[in-house]
Each structure stands twice: as structure tokens, then as C-alpha cells.
């Protein structure tokens, strides 16, 4: 095998393997284990240490070896190795053993008495590696029989299920850490109670100074009436807040502070408090209009609408 595979490959691949290992039997979280452990990293630095070292005792021990030879002999080493490694005897030798070939001398033994026209049956046994492919398989079959449907240890639906928990799990992870993309095109209102809690949470750790608790308005204006500076909805009310409000005198912009997806269960936890009329809240401010909804308003109109129609008629 060390004639088959060079030393600039053997190495490396020796090495890459014994990495591999290490890292999937030892839990070392989110670094690697040479990092997260120094005495692995000392591993690493003895074992390529240890595969140097046995690369040059072998290396002297062939040179010592090829000194003993007769002349004789070296001239035989010397044409073996000037042959393609296909017709290298050690070559011949691992490949008959992983083959369980005969050859041509051999044929007579294998030969059956089958002819077909002058074409001749063999009866070779089946490769070892093939025989070995085929024991694992009937292993497998039966470990997987006990464990799956004698013993029941888990169906498809429970590994489906555990499964989405896991990529669940990863992918709050990366939002944690992941750039926040919402805008004032893409937000929508939330009605969740999870979303409207959290919502809760962040108006009243970041706006009840100047909106009161209740947001009934305080030094800013009252939330929970129709009336609004800069219009009202999702979309309006999640631009305000990210924006700020009226240039000079209105509130802060708020998107450097706080993420615009908590900005948008601010703006949905504000319009949950439409019709809640707080005690002792703010008059409505001259600049404030009214505000319907566009898809309420075009609702109603047509209900008036219908309404008006069905009047005439009568």
C-alpha cells in the first residue's frame, strides 16, 4: 500500500482522517475542537509529529533492506519498480486477494462444461468485497427489523417532527444574529398574542414617557383614537416610528435603537389599543385627521351604499 500511495498523499490523508474523527466524537459546540481544547491541538501537533517520524524509520529500513539484497536481487527490485503499479507484483498480489480472481493458468480449475459455440463457462466465486457489501446489508436489515418494528423506537412522523424542532431551534438561532429586512412595503399587522405581548413589553420599556401606559398621550399624542398626525395603519404607524415624527418637535426615529421586526409588534400592539379610550387622555392635536382604513372605508361605502339603492327603490 505505501507504493500504491505517495508520501505527499499519504500524509495528508492519514492526518485528514484522524481530523474527522476527532471532530465528530468530540463536542466541542460551535469551534473546533483543536481550538475550543489546547491538549487536542497538542494531539494534532504529536500525531503529525508520529506519522513524519514512522515515514522516515520505514524510509531508512528500505534503504538498509536494499543494501542486504544481492546483486541479483536489486537488479529484480530496480525492474519491479520501473513497472506501472497495475503490473507490480504486490499490486497483482491485493487485488487477487480483493477479487478472488483465477488466472489464465488457473482457468482449468474453474472451468465448467458448458460450451456455446466454442465460448467456455467460468465458475468464479463471487469478490470477497461483493460477499462482505452483501453480509452488511443482511446486518443492517436485521438491526433496523429489531429497532424499528419490534422494539418501535421512533416512525417517520416522530423523526419528521424532531427534525422541524431542530431546524426550528437553528433558525431562531440565526435570527438572532441575522440582518432584519422588514420595511414599511413589506410589514403587515400582527394579531398574535405572542406578538402583541411582546409588543406590549417594548412600548412600555421605550414609549409610555410620552404616551403613558395606556396610550392615552402625554408630551406625545393619543394612540388608541382615530385621529392621527401621520396617518394611521400598519404601514404609517411602522414609519413613523422608524422615521420619527414631525420634523423638529415630533418624536425620535426609533430604527437605530430597535429592530423593525420589534418595531413592527410595536405598530401592532399600538393599533390593538384603537377604541380603548384611556381616562383623562390627551384632546386630539389640531394637525391630527381622522383616519379609516382604506378596505374598512371601501367596505362601508358599499354597505351605504346597497343601503342607499334598496331606499330608492322602495
Known sequence: MRKLIPIYLRIPLLYAIMFAV?????????????????????????????????????????????????????????????????QQEAFKKWMKKFTASKSINEEADVLLDHDYDGIKE??????????????????FALVYLVRFHIMDEYNQDQEFATEMQIADKAVEEYLKTAPD?????????LTDA??????????????VACHKADAGGSIGPNLTDEFWINGGGI??????????????????????????????????????LQGTNPKDAK???????????????TSADKVASVVVDSTAKK
Not at 473546533?32 to 506519522?51: G, M, N, Q, R
Not at 467460468?122 to 446486518?139: E, K, M, Q, R, S
Request: aromatic residues 12%; hydrophobic residues 45%; proline residues 7%.
Open 122 to 139: 467460468l465458475d468464479n466465486v463471487l469478490p470477497p468485497w461483493w460477499v462482505g457489501l452483501f453480509y452488511a446489508t443482511i446486518i
Open 181 to 189: 429586512v422588514m420595511d414599511k412595503d413589506k410589514v403587515t399587522l
Open 194 to 207: 405572542s406578538a402583541i405581548a411582546e409588543g406590549k413589553t417594548l412600548f412600555d420599556a421605550n414609549c
Open 283 to 297: 384632546p386630539v392635536e389640531p394637525e391630527a385627521k381622522e383616519w379609516k382604513d382604506e378596505a374598512t372605508a
Open 22 to 86: 476527532l471532530e465528530y466524537f468530540i463536542d466541542s459546540g460551535d469551534r473546533p475542537a483543536f481550538i475550543k481544547y489546547p491538549i487536542v491541538a497538542l494531539f494534532h501537533v504529536v500525531f503529525i509529529f508520529l506519522l513524519i517520524a514512522i515515514e522516515v524509520v520505514l524510509n531508512s529500513v528500505d534503504k538498509v533492506s536494499y543494501q542486504l539484497l544481492s546483486p541479483e536481487e536489486k537488479e529484480q527490485y530496480d525492474l519491479e519498480q520501473t513497472k506501472p503499479i497495475a
Open 235 to 272: 404601514k404609517n404607524v411602522f414609519n413613523t416610528i422608524m422615521e420619527g415624527g414631525r420634523p423638529g418637535k415630533g418624536m425620535i426615529p426609533w430604527k437605530d435603537q430597535i429592530k423593525p421586526t420589534q418595531i413592527q409588534k410595536i405598530a401592532s400592539y399600538v393599533l390593538s
